[in-house]
Antibody, heavy 127, light 110 residues
């Protein structure tokens, strides 16, 4: 079973940047879309964006465009999410998650779901 | 404000049937699968229901899901104390080109 292992907790000052890593335990995660989801303390889940771990294509929620950068290193099966211009309301647990595509018995696409999640990385933004 | 709407909390006694609703729009729930996640405090979300209302291996069959129009529903038949957790629905939104989530529902087993 593939596992996603994230980097440790970070404390940053407002205006700084943070980079969170997400390493797959097996190399065959390359080719999957890895998504980033965050959760502010006591709040719900918020989708941030994705990276295609095979070709490096990315897309992000409009809210984060211009502030988030997602990259990958195929040699180490690691993806990275960098968030710049940190504000206090960026304080959250950041998760990476693999999107798995599901098909029915006839081969028709049924949709995707985040089947494997990293353990989460707490990012605290405080002066 | 979440794009998908869930009740903030639901409760039930052991053995009861509990349902959690997830209301969306034609651009998300109306056209795509509703996915359900379970989250215990201090841990990452766990996939509970995937497309076509299927359960991953290891998820008890007391969990089931359905969808009608722009609303989805998660049902727990015979709720148990270990089911006490937060539950989130999610769907891909074709207008936003985003994954959207519900605000989450806290299940309390009395």
């Amino acid at each position: 079973q593939v596992q996603l292992v994230q980097s440790g907790a970070e404390v940053k000052k407002p205006g700084a940047s943070v980079r969170v890593s997400c390493r797959a335990s097996e190399s065959n995660v390359n080719g999957y879309y890895i998504h980033w989801v965050r959760q502010a303390p006591g709040q719900g889940l918020e989708w941030m964006g994705w990276i295609n771990s095979k070709n490096g294509d990315t897309d992000s929620a409009q809210k984060f465009q211009g502030r988030v950068t997602m990259t990958r290193d195929t040699s180490s099966s690691t993806v990275y999410m960098q968030l710049s211009g940190l504000r206090s309301d960026d304080t959250a647990v950041y998760y990476c998650a693999r999107l798995y595509d599901y098909y029915d018995d006839s081969g028709s696409y049924n949709g995707g779901a985040f089947d494997i999640w990293g353990q989460g990385t707490m990012v605290t933004v405080s002066s | 404000q979440s794009v998908l709407t869930q009740p903030p909390s639901v409760s039930g006694t052991p053995g009861q049937r509990v349902t959690i609703s997830c209301s969306g729009r034609s651009s998300n729930v109306g056209i795509n699968a509703v996915i359900w996640y379970q989250q215990f405090p201090g841990t990452a979300p766990k996939l509970l229901i995937y497309p076509n209302n299927q359960r991953p291996s290891g998820v008890p069959d007391r969990f089931s899901a359905s969808k009608s129009g722009t609303s989805g529903s998660l049902a727990i038949s015979g709720v148990q104390s270990e089911d006490e957790a937060d539950y989130y629905c999610a769907a891909w939104d074709v207008s936003l080109n985003d994954w959207v989530f519900g605000g989450g529902t806290k299940l309390t087993v009395l």
